[in-house]
């Protein structure tokens, strides 16, 4: 079965950082290209980044180009996010995505709220 | 990057045929894909490339695509299917769009 498990939302300060993890297992993760995607509370879908298989290419929203970095290690299933100089307009679930296309799967989401 | 264009909400008497419609510029040359998206739960993909189903998808999800418009139809809409729907489709700027969501009531 395909799981995708994100950790690492917390509350934290404008300005602050944050970490992102999401955990994938059941299938071939150096395969597969990975996103983050997020969702303001109320709101849409929001893309935030773009890493291929092989972290080749990755690509950001300009929203949080600049701000937030995209990684991965194949070697241990694991897609990151590292979020810096968070504003308030960040807050929002933040969804780990394999492929938006036809291969589809989504985590559950982790919460990032940024206030003080 | 371009934007896709979906309608707030559609509203659907149980057993009725419910179309939610995407429209962007770019939809000619691109696939659509649409997703599902229950109150407090992660999005579902149930359509991709325009009209096939993920397996375990039921039949009355359908998709199709005709010049800058995507449509999803729901034949036969339940009030299981009452959700907030996604339209996306990836481009070549690394900006893949998503619609901004319609939201479907089935009463």
């Known amino acids: 079965e395909v799981q995708l498990v994100e950790s690492g939302g917390a509350l934290v300060q404008p300005g602050g950082s944050l970490r992102l993890s999401c955990a994938a297992s059941g299938f071939t993760f150096s395969s597969y290209n990975m996103n983050w995607v997020r969702q303001a509370p109320g709101k849409g879908l929001q893309w935030v980044s773009y890493i291929s298989s092989s972290s080749s290419s990755i690509y950001y929203a300009d929203s949080v180009k600049g701000r937030f970095t995209i990684s991965r290690d194949n070697a241990k299933n694991s897609l990151h996010l590292q979020m810096n100089s968070l504003r308030a307009e960040d807050t929002a679930v933040y969804y780990c995505?394999?492929?938006?296309?036809?291969?589809?799967?989504w985590g559950q989401g982790t919460l990032v709220t940024v206030s003080s | 990057s371009y934007e896709l264009t979906q309608p707030p909400s559609v509203s659907v008497s149980p057993g009725q045929t419910a179309r939610i419609t995407c429209s962007g510029d770019a939809l000619p040359k691109k696939y659509a894909y649409w997703y599902q998206q229950k109150s407090g739960q992660a999005p579902v993909l149930i359509i991709y490339e325009d009209n096939k189903r993920p397996s375990g998808i039921p039949e009355r999800f359908s998709g199709s695509s005709s010049g800058t418009m995507a449509t999803l139809t729901i034949s036969g809409a339940q009030v299981e299917d009452e959700a907030d729907y996604y339209c996306y489709s990836p481009d070549s700027s690394g900006n893949p769009p998503f619609g901004g969501g319609t939201k479907l009531t089935v009463l």
């Open positions: 995505a394999r492929d938006l296309s036809g291969s589809a799967a």
